[in-house]
């Protein structure tokens, strides 16, 4: 069981999407400010941390890419165990989704958080809220 604790508020998981939205400061930025900046309430897979490293490495500064990193780490991080892999594959069979989908869906799902995301792949799970991009 995970020693995480809901506030007021709820825990919120961010899919990665939801992250590079936030650190570019694009007009879909603030659809997850409140999610992002709810550090007491943020859970964050490690697989996000690789995902956003990943992308925006690609076109910033590691120095920059390092400062983004760190605030991510001001949520509670959540390794990806044994136990948790196999829940990922469970979801992943389930609901179609790839690995990294599936591992951050199911994380959000084990704390009974919301998964606020912007990828098609999760419109109408449970526990989700989708933010369609126009």
């Known amino acids: ?68 990193l760190d605030v991510m780490r001001m949520g509670q991080v959540v390794d990806l165990t044994d136990a948790r892999a196999i829940a990922a594959a469970k979801a992943s069979r389930a609901h179609g989704l790839a690995l990294a989908d599936a591992a951050m869906y199911s994380i959000a799902r084990e704390h009974g958080a919301t998964f606020w995301t912007q990828d098609v792949d999760y419109q109408g799970l449970p526990g989700v809220e989708y933010l369609a991009k126009a």
């Open 1 to 68: 069981m995970s020693s995480i604790e809901a506030g007021p508020g709820g825990l919120n998981v961010v899919d990665s999407s939801g992250w590079i939205e936030y650190f570019q400061d694009s007009p879909r930025a603030d659809l997850f400010a409140a999610a992002v900046e709810d550090r007491a309430h943020l859970v964050v897979p490690t697989i996000a941390l690789f995902e956003v490293c990943k992308i925006l490495s690609r076109s910033l500064d590691a120095t920059v890419v390092d400062t983004c």
